[in-house]
Nanobody, 122 residues
Framework: QVQLVESGGGLVQAGGSLRLSCAASGRTYVGHAMGWFRQAPGKERDFVAAISWYDGFLYYSDPVKGRFTISRDMAKSTVSLQMNSLKPEDTAVYFC???????????????WGQGTQVTVSS
């Protein structure tokens, strides 16, 4: 089993920045990728970004491309999401995920964190 714990959420004004982190513990194998998803109230959980664990290939959704940056620290088994130029529509609970069963986009991951709230005020 892999346990994922997110941190770094909070309240920020539009245009501001936040950095989310996700620490993996338990088994050392987190799968071939880790990702971030978000779920706004009343909406489905959406893909935000992912990173291939071994070659570092990056994936982003169109709404966050150019504003968010995903990165990993293999030695610490952590993945981070730097979020800049935040908008009110970025408000959501952000979830870290590991070990996708198919592709990195469809939300079918083996392990999930509990989520951290990000609120962007206008």
């Amino acid at each position: 089993q892999v346990q994922l714990v997110e941190s770094g959420g909070g309240l920020v004004q539009a245009g501001g920045s936040l950095r989310l982190s996700c620490a993996a513990s338990g088994r050392t194998y987190v799968g071939h990728a880790m990702g971030w998803f978000r779920q706004a109230p009343g909406k489905e959980r959406d893909f935000v970004a992912a990173i291939s664990w071994y070659d570092g290939f990056l994936y982003y959704s169109d709404p966050v491309k150019g504003r968010f940056t995903i990165s990993r620290d293999m030695a610490k088994s952590t993945v981070s999401l730097q979020m800049n130029s935040l908008k009110p529509e970025d408000t959501a609970v952000y979830f870290c995920a590991a070990d996708p069963l198919k592709n990195v986009f469809d939300g079918n991951y083996r392990y999930w964190g509990q989520g951290t709230q990000v609120t962007v005020s206008s």
